[in-house]
């Protein structure tokens, strides 16, 4: 694991955690992908929210070719993507996490 992957993935587990406390209705699950992607000839690795519960998956992905951006895509369990948003990288904390997490899975 990348230490860029491994920061995200331990900002989006705090988020995770908090969002939890706020909504104990909500579950959620948290993946990481740090091979399955490049062995599909993509560079890049992701982390990934899964919400059973709602139907909604929120993806962080990290492209080799744009170290200092995320992209952030929304979308459903089945593989929809829905929006895009491309974040600064170091502009991502726990609180703007959290806050992606809220506009997105609570209903």
Known sequence: MTPKLKDLS???AA???AFFNLYTNINTSI???DKVLRQ???NSDAVIINCITNNKKIVFLLHDEKPETVDVALGN???D???S???NLAELDVKKTLDIMKENLVS
Do not use: F, L, S
Request: proline share 0%; no cysteine; net charge negative.
């Open 10 to 12: 331990e900002i989006i």
């Open 15 to 17: 988020a995770n955690d």
């Open 31 to 33: 993946g990481i992908m």
């Open 40 to 42: 599909q000839g993509m």
């Open 77 to 79: 369990n089945g593989g």
């Open 81 to 83: 993507v829905e929006t």
């Open 85 to 87: 948003k491309q974040y």
